[in-house]
């Protein structure tokens, strides 16, 4: 599924929208470019990832890949060019479903491939080389994706916001002014599987009652300080039975917050509460962290471009924080960046089925993104 919707992207780009170069790269992004009037001239960066949560939604990442898309399908349909070139990724790998490992597809153009990630075993025990090597990428090439920040003028995604607030103001685009620093773990806590019917209540090591202890512990610390999150978003005795006191409990972590000080913070008192628990409980852990992303602040001067081009369709502009990451979080490593966001229906909930876009809304998405193209052809020439 993932490689057949790779094909349609670099087929949509091609045939439908009239990109220069379109390729599939050794991580599997696809990357379209649609040349300037001088093709040595530096590059727009844009995109957003194809890959998307378990059972997830239509929009979260896709929207940012069709939106520049449409507006290189308008511009080859005039037969212009503009005075800068344009880049437009479907990024491979963002969420870290498969993978402990995330942002594989912009952390290859950043240059934070971490090689070593080839050998992460999947939950059927297939190496990330494997699965790379099965889908045909050349996994040696991928040191190779590196982009030199000089040849680029910056960074921009559209991203849907994922979150309520600009359905409850009834706005539909939203500038995004920073975006939340987050750091995620797996662990295991480690008791005695025990038998469930002789083994006293004051007599167990039981894993799961230490871990929901710790789940309720990351709910109250999560919620005592405005715009920080902490989730346990996947908790599983393995191999459980309905008569064994649970041996064994696994569980994730994932803490996010507008300052990378309130995040670690959090994430200190947790490891903490952690180990008391474990000590207390008499059962063991292990924790590891897997996935670390500084807050980014929006590049001031990217921000005012979509401020303009939000203002030129007559919206108001509404600056908001994204709690969710996104591949601009890591391109912010090495480039300028900021963010629009667009409204999402039911509440605008998301990783989930139920996410939902208007046409409307989208096509005034489209017109901000020709808009700040057309700021920059202006400031280019
Ligand atoms: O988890 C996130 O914020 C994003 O969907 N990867
Ligand atoms: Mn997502
Ligand atoms: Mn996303």
């Not at 378990?54 to 507006?71: E, S």
């Not at 409307?360 to 020709?370: E, M």
């Amino acid at each position: 599924a993932h490689r057949a919707c790779a094909q349609r992207l670099a087929k949509g780009m091609r045939e439908d929208c009239g990109f220069d170069d379109v390729s599939i790269d050794a991580v599997g992004n696809v990357v379209g470019i649609y040349h300037g009037t001088d093709p040595k001239a530096k590059r727009l960066l844009t995109g957003s990832h194809f890959d998307t949560v378990r059972n997830g939604g239509k929009y979260d990442g896709r929207l940012g890949i069709f939106v520049p898309m449409a507006c290189v399908r308008e511009l080859h349909r005039q037969g212009r060019r503009l005075p800068f070139g344009f880049e437009v990724v479907g990024f491979a790998e963002e969420e870290g479903q498969r993978y402990k490992a995330v942002f594989l597809g912009s952390g290859a153009l950043t240059g934070h491939f971490d090689m070593t990630w080839l050998e992460q075993k999947d939950a059927d025990g297939i190496t990330m080389r494997e699965a790379m090597a099965h889908a045909g990428l050349c996994i040696d090439d991928i040191p190779k994706l590196q982009r030199d920040p000089a040849n680029y003028l910056g960074f921009v995604e559209v991203h849907i916001e994922q979150g309520p607030v600009l359905n409850e103001i009834d706005l539909p685009l939203g500038i995004v002014t920073s975006i939340n620093g987050s750091v995620r773990y797996v662990g295991e806590i480690i008791g005695m599987a025990s038998h469930a019917g002789t083994t006293p209540m004051d007599r167990r090591r039981d894993a799961a009652t230490a871990a929901a202890e710790l789940a309720l512990f990351v709910e109250q610390r999560g919620a005592s300080v405005p715009h920080l999150v902490a989730t346990i978003g996947m908790l599983e005795v393995p191999n459980g039975s309905i008569n064994v006191v649970p041996g064994r409990c696994k569980f994730s972590l994932d803490i996010r917050a507008t300052t990378n000080e309130v995040r670690d913070a959090c994430a200190a008192d947790i490891r903490q509460a952690l180990k008391a628990l474990c000590e207390r409980r008499g059962v063991h852990y292990k924790l590891e962290e897997t996935m670390r992303a500084a807050a980014a602040p929006s590049a001031p001067e990217w921000q005012q471009r979509w401020e303009r081009a939000v203002e030129t369709l007559g919206l108001p502009v509404f600056r908001m924080p994204s709690g969710a990451g996104h591949d601009a979080m890591k391109l912010h490593e090495i480039m300028p960046q900021a963010m629009l966001f667009l409204r999402g229906l039911n509440a605008g909930i998301s990783h989930n089925p139920l996410e939902s876009i208007t046409n409307d809304d989208t096509d005034l998405c489209v017109r901000a993104f020709q808009n700040l193209l057309e700021q920059l052809a202006t400031e280019q020439q």
